[in-house]
């Protein structure tokens, strides 16, 4: 259950992702790596849910397709901040990306509660 919870979570910002990507593909060759993205990420997929099985460690072998997601996603981004105000709107737009990223880190990050 755990598993198809975090498929769906997963499958939502992918499929933002790919769609703009394949928005911004003009055929040919550019249409193989929207082709090439969906399958990389369904053996990502594929990779935790065999690793789900094992241990908590072995998740981590599917981890690196929310890595490819959020590349998608970042490059779509920027390609249509890019095409609506030009090289300001897209510096901003990955700025503000990167600082809430950077927020997300710093406010979940372990702490050891040891030390109080």
Same mark, same amino acid.
């Given at each position: 259950? *755990?598993?198809?919870?975090?498929?769906?979570?997963? %499958?939502?910002? $992918?499929? #933002?992702?790919? /769609?703009?990507? !394949? %928005?911004?593909?003009?055929?040919?060759?550019?249409? *193989?790596?929207?082709? #090439?993205?969906?399958?990389?990420?369904? &053996? /990502?997929?594929?990779?935790?849910? +065999?690793?789900?099985?094992?241990?908590? !460690?072995?998740?981590? @072998?599917?981890?690196?397709?929310?890595?490819?997601? @959020?590349?998608?996603? +970042?490059?779509?981004?920027?390609?249509?901040?890019?095409? @609506?105000?030009?090289?300001? !709107?897209?510096?901003?737009?990955?700025?503000? $990306? $990167?600082? +809430?990223? #950077?927020? &997300? /880190?710093?406010?979940? *990050?372990?702490?050891?509660?040891? #030390? !109080?």
């Amino acid at each position: 259950m *755990r598993y198809l919870q975090n498929t769906l979570e997963q %499958l939502i910002m $992918f499929t #933002a992702g790919l /769609f703009g990507l !394949a %928005l911004y593909s003009h055929g040919g060759t550019d249409s *193989r790596a929207v082709e #090439a993205t969906a399958v990389v990420w369904i &053996l /990502f997929r594929f990779a935790f849910w +065999i690793g789900y099985h094992r241990s908590a !460690a072995w998740r981590s @072998l599917g981890a690196a397709g929310v890595g490819m997601s @959020l590349i998608v996603l +970042i490059y779509v981004a920027a390609r249509v901040s890019l095409d @609506l105000g030009g090289v300001v !709107a897209m510096v901003l737009t990955l700025g503000v $990306f $990167f600082a +809430i990223e #950077a927020f &997300l /880190f710093w406010a979940t *990050r372990s702490r050891d509660n040891s #030390a !109080a």
